[in-house]
């Protein structure tokens, strides 16, 4: 089975920018739909942003216009480019995949990538 893992995370100030990366360990052209889910302490892990294998993005609305999921399927690799950083925002970030657009999580999480905004 393919395996995704994180990295990119930091310490960032408000306003700054981070890019995360989500290595595959395989091809991820078979993966339909890979997502980019974060967890902040004490709240649930929730869908940030979500890349079909067509392109097709969906970003949730706490990140819209700040946010950017791309995949790049030669370099097996899914981005998030984070812009205007925000505390809140503050979360380890998680990396999965599956075959349907509304369940992109078929895949065993890996240790995440975290990234914390000072204000």
């Known amino acids: 089975q393919v395996q995704l893992v994180e990295s990119g995370g930091g310490l960032v100030q408000a306003g700054g920018s981070l890019r995360l990366s989500c290595a595959a360990s395989?091809?991820?052209?078979?993966?339909?739909?890979i997502g980019w889910f974060r967890q902040a302490p004490g709240k649930q892990r929730e869908l940030v942003a979500r890349?079909?294998?067509?392109?097709?993005?969906n970003h949730a609305d706490s990140v819209k216009g700040r946010f950017t999921i791309s995949r790049d399927n030669a370099k097996n690799t899914v981005y998030l480019q984070m812009n205007s950083l925000k505390p809140e925002d503050t979360a380890v970030y998680y990396c999965?995949?599956?075959?349907?657009?509304?369940?992109?999580?078929?895949?065993?999480w890996g240790q995440g990538t975290q990234v914390t905004v000072s204000s």
């Open positions: 999965n995949g599956g075959p349907r657009w509304s369940y992109p999580e078929s895949y065993s």
């Open positions: 395989g091809s991820i052209s078979s993966i339909n739909v």
């Open positions: 890349i079909s294998n067509i392109g097709t993005t």
